[in-house]
């Protein structure tokens, strides 16, 4: 008879490292948000029904009059050149800011832990205000402008881009890494010749998915009174023309398309 160990009890401290508390968390968050709502109000209002189904007739046929896919090409060139300039700021700040929080560069010890954390905390502060917040923010400095969507874009998008680029730099194996340090490889070279080269597919994959995300805010902070996509769509909804509506959210569903063919490409060459 072969004796084995009776299973060992579980501990408050495992019950903690499991996923049983997230699961526990969630489930209470989501019965306290719902218990939370106000529901004595109705879900649709009287004559919602009505609308949303005028709103989805309209899609058959939308608007195709030659003037108005005129104006839907310039709102879209609009959009792309404000969500373009956006994550190119975006990139410029982001990817300087990642490869310090990572800790990339530098040799161990406090400083540099120092550094990384004071940068991390400066890109979670950059982030944690929305780009529709930084928009009104700047309006009252630069007004109506375009500089005000590439700012508002930027500052949010850095912040993001920033992180992710610290833990993609993180995640590299040390085993290459650690051959460019054997043969006296500087931080610098480790990080240009090793890390960077590893982490870039990955880096891209990510770049090209807050670019689609910068179209669609450069569109939604078209709301705040600057050109593009979301200042038509608005001028189409306060007029009730439904099918001018469909044919702008139709060259927005076109512009993240494009991105995403653009993005996979770029991604399938990078790997062959």
Known sequence: MIWTEPPKPSTPSRFFETRSLLSLVLVGALVWSVAGAGWSGGIIHTGGGSALKDFVLALFPPELSPEFLKLALAASWQTVVHA???????????????????????RPGRSRLALAASIRFLLAAMRSIHELVWAVLFVTAFGLSSLTVVLAIALPYAGILGRIYSELLDDVPDGPL???????ASPFKVLLYGRLPMALPDMLGYGFYRFECGIRAAAIMSFVGIRGLGYEIQLSLNDLLFSQVWTLLLFLVALVMLVDYWSTRVRRSLGS
């Open 178 to 184: 650690d051959g460019l340090r054997s043969s006296g």
């Open 84 to 106: 373009v300039a956006g994550i190119t700021l975006a990139v410029a700040l982001g990817l300087p800011l990642g490869v310090v929080a990572s800790g990339a560069l530098g």
